[in-house]
């Protein structure tokens, strides 16, 4: 069942602003399909012209609540009543006071913890990086292949695709190392246990023999990769990867800035395997969708850099805070938690069940409703298929679903949408996702055939 059968778009509207867009926009600015927005509410969206459709990217996760959740939109309204802007390094208010405590409540911790709001994930993700140089006295840093943390000059750095990020932006940060991503798809391991193993020793390799110990500063993860696939680290890496931070004094930085606020069926994707990062950093959802990103840590940590070493002018902005705290407030009440492992059940069976009936479905995978399957070639070689993955989203917006792509060869379709979604919502979205699979696959099985 579709929402909508071969939509006209880009309509007229949305193609008129599409020329303007190309002459005004810088290149390198990516857009998804050719659809401007006119109104929006939960999982639907309208666009310009009046086609509808379902959302199940969510601003690249920026909408567990959905968009324009009647109490954020009523919490931003109050605030902007009151006062819109002061820096809260310059005059300060309640609204940022009250987030950081909530925040401190939730995230996971044995141990007293501080906080500071920013603006962007990548802005948290740069801050993590002082902290943790700030109190250890350290330099090196250490990642993981197909992580993304953004791309602002210290985030890009500790960021793996190259050509479509880093290319021609170098030079980059130094003193950054990167280590292999426990990912079992195409690993040659049998097992989960044996590939997290095999990727733990070489990250011991790289960090005992090309770095030090005791010359790194930070290791940053993120427990469920995002741009980089939808690949979940096992719950045994990342133990062993906490045991050996704490026995080296290496900051470990949980990067939740999308599977964090629920999406995965918990709070935060590092309770799945029972760990307490040093330091988390926070976004997207948090602010049900405007812009804020916290760093949350340990006391000690976040006191390490001098007075006024932290700081800029729209970190925490008071609207922001409001939003947060009003988001917040309706995952507690509605048990947003059980709403994603709800969703992603579903989800799972529904991928699962591609994965062993078509072909080009290579693999499906996630945590609660932060979910993706990866389109190939054929089952036997494996091969990316990043033009069937562009096939299939681009019949997906004709029939009114909005999705988002991601991985290095752009061939892994992943599932963001609401997890305020109906039921009926997601069976047609998934219907119509289903579909398109269905026609990839049936275009593909010569090619697959003759492999």
């Known amino acids: 069942m579709r929402l909508n059968q ?5 309509g007229p509207e949305c193609a008129s602003l599409l020329d303007r867009r190309n002459a005004a926009v810088a290149r390198g600015v990516a857009n998804g399909p050719p659809v401007f ?9 309208t666009d310009v012209d009046g086609n509808a459709f379902l959302d ?3 601003g690249i996760g920026t909408l567990n609540v959905g968009h324009a959740h009647p109490d954020v939109v009523q919490a931003v309204k109050a605030q902007a009543d009151q006062f819109l802007h002061t820096c809260f390094n310059i005059v300060m208010y309640p609204g940022y006071v009250d987030l950081a405590e909530k925040l401190i409540e939730l995230v996971p911790g044995s141990w007293p913890k501080k906080v500071m709001l920013q603006t962007t994930g990548a802005e948290a993700v740069e801050n993590a990086i002082k902290v943790a140089r700030s109190a250890t006295g ?3 840093v250490i990642a993981f292949e197909g992580a993304f943390h953004g791309r602002t000059f210290m985030a890009l750095s500790l960021t793996a695709k190259a050509p479509a990020y880093k290319s021609g932006f170098g030079p980059l940060a130094s003193e950054i190392y990167r280590a292999p991503f426990p990912v079992l798809y195409r ?5 989960e246990e044996a590939c997290s193993a095999a990727a733990f020793a070489e990250f011991a390799r790289l960090v005992e023999m090309e770095v030090s110990p005791d010359a790194v500063a930070a290791v940053i993860i993120e427990p469920l990769q995002g741009e980089g696939g939808f690949h979940a680290a096992p719950a045994p890496f990342l133990r062993q990867l906490r045991e050996y931070c704490t026995r080296h004094g290496i900051v470990l930085i949980a990067d939740e800035i ?3 606020f629920c999406r995965t069926g918990e709070w935060f994707a590092t309770q799945h395997a029972g760990i307490e990062a040093d330091l988390y950093t926070l976004a997207k959802s948090m602010g049900g969708g405007l812009p804020i990103a916290a760093l949350v840590g340990r006391a000690e940590l976040m006191d390490a850099p001098r007075v006024g070493g932290l700081g800029g002018t729209y970190g925490g902005n008071p609207l922001s805070c409001a939003a947060a705290l009003a988001t917040i407030a309706v995952m507690e009440r509605d048990d947003y938690q059980e709403k994603a492992r709800r969703i992603g059940a579903v989800v799972e069976d529904r991928f699962s069940g591609w994965a062993q009936q078509y072909a080009i479905v290579g693999d499906a995978r996630g945590l609660g ?3 993706a399957i990866e389109i190939v070639r054929d089952r036997k070689s494996h091969a990316p298929a990043g033009d069937l993955a562009a096939q299939i989203v681009e019949e997906c917006y004709r029939n009114g679903l909005i999705l988002v792509k991601a991985g290095f060869h752009g061939n892994v379709i992943r599932f963001l949408g609401p997890l305020s979604l109906e039921a009926e919502e997601l069976e ?5 996702l289903g579909d398109a699979v269905a026609a990839a696959d049936r275009r593909a099985s010569p090619l697959a055939m003759s492999a």
Do not use: T
């Not at 047609?428 to 119509?432: A, E, K, M």
């Open 6 to 10: 071969e939509l006209a778009v880009p």
């Open 37 to 45: 927005a006119s109104h929006a509410s939960g999982a639907k969206l």
């Open 56 to 58: 199940f990217a969510g």
């Open 138 to 140: 350290r330099q090196a």
């Open 187 to 191: 690993s040659g391991h049998e097992s």
């Open 258 to 260: 999308q599977s964090g």
């Open 369 to 371: 409703a932060m979910r």
């Open 428 to 432: 047609r979205g998934l219907g119509i």
